[in-house]
T-cell receptor, first 113, second 114 residues
Framework: AQSVSQHNHHVILSEAASLELGCNYS??????LFWYVQYPGQHLQLLLK??????LVKGIKGFEAEFIKSKFSFNLRKPSVQWSDTAEYFC???????????FGTGTRLQVFP | NAGVTQTPKFQVLKTGQSMTLQCAQD?????MYWYRQDPGMGLRLIYY???????DKGEVPNGYNVSRLNKREFSLRLESAAPSQTSVYFC?????????????FGPGTRLTVT
């Protein structure tokens, strides 16, 4: 069965540190990839998405992600985190020509001032 | 444009009680979804509806029923609540013609079953 793995369950950083959250998926066909963010007490919001073209995708709030097809990965990065980035981050995959998202288990990010 | 709305925001039930979670979207989307979110497990799909009048099971459908009465609304019913159904429930919608099917989420319902 297709799955999405997020190996970092809980990440703690100081402000201005760099961030990289890992995401790997298990499916050999064409996929569309998403990162969602859930701020404390809020609903999921889309950070960025990849469906074709440049494998380096830029999203909101200075986040970016790189799709590496050979590694089945879609890691999320930010060069300098802020306290307001404290949230839970979910990687998700849609298989080509389907409309069902498969979510990873999430990574909880805490940023301290 | 409210997006996806859910009611109630919070609910406490006793084991065996029933309730319906309501979801509505005003984006004219055809597809709607119900997820549950549990710590360490991410979001898991309970049921989805590709269009008005159709529903299909997702990954964890047991103990739930759904109803897609019209294009806007998609409800989730717990007939006999169990403590294992304590969770946060999210509704989402998407438009299949808008590839690659970005899903828009509601604010969630936090349900506790005692």
């Amino acid at each position: 069965a297709q799955s999405v793995s997020q190996h970092n369950h809980h990440v703690i950083l100081s402000e201005a540190a760099s961030l990289e959250l890992g995401c790997n998926y298990s499916y050999g066909g064409t996929v569309n990839l998403f990162w969602y963010v859930q701020y404390p007490g809020q609903h999921l919001q889309l950070l960025l998405k990849y469906f074709s073209g440049d494998p380096l995708v830029k999203g909101i709030k200075g986040f970016e992600a790189e799709f590496i097809k050979s590694k089945f990965s879609f890691n999320l990065r930010k060069p300098s985190v802020q306290w307001s980035d404290t949230a839970e981050y979910f990687c998700a995959v849609i298989l080509f020509n389907t409309d069902k998202l498969i979510f990873g288990t999430g990574t909880r990010l805490q940023v301290f001032p | 444009n409210a997006g996806v709305t859910q009611t109630p925001k919070f609910q406490v039930l006793k084991t065996g009680q029933s309730m319906t979670l309501q979801c509505a979207q005003d984006m004219n989307h055809n597809s709607m979804y119900w997820y549950r979110q549990d710590p360490g497990m991410g979001l898991r799909l309970i049921y989805y509806s590709a269009s008005e009048g159709t529903t299909d099971k997702g990954e964890v459908p047991n103990g739930y029923n759904v109803s897609r009465l019209n294009k806007r609304e998609f409800s989730l019913r717990l007939e006999s609540a169990a403590p294992s159904q304590t969770s946060v429930y999210f509704c989402a919608s998407s438009e299949p013609r808008d590839y690659p099917y970005e899903q828009y989420f509601g604010p969630g319902t936090r349900l506790t079953v005692t």
